[in-house]
């Protein structure tokens, strides 16, 4: 199967992972800092340099007070 058949979808969650880090008020640094990542790791995840993975959601998710769900909606 082509991996791009999927990129659209995950572009959008990609978008939405970036939109609940802001809502929560959090910078790049900061969410990194309460992972134990550098910042670079942050970036590559939000510029689809870094594909995520669903334990890296899960993660996200409790960071920014979301449900697993609004990512993948």
């Excluded at 572009?11 to 992972?17: F, G, H, N, V």
């Excluded at 939109?19 to 590559?44: D, F």
């Excluded at 939000?46 to 899960?58: F, I, Q, T, Y």
């Amino acid at each position: 199967m082509n991996k791009d058949v999927y990129e659209k979808e995950y572009k959008e969650i990609i978008q939405r992972l970036k939109q609940a880090r802001v809502e929560a008020g959090l910078s790049q640094q900061a969410v990194a800092g309460k992972m134990g990542k550098p910042q670079s790791y942050i970036s590559k995840i939000e510029s689809g340099e870094r594909r995520l993975d669903v334990a890296e959601m899960k993660k996200f998710a409790e960071l920014y007070k979301k449900a697993v769900s609004f990512f993948i909606k």
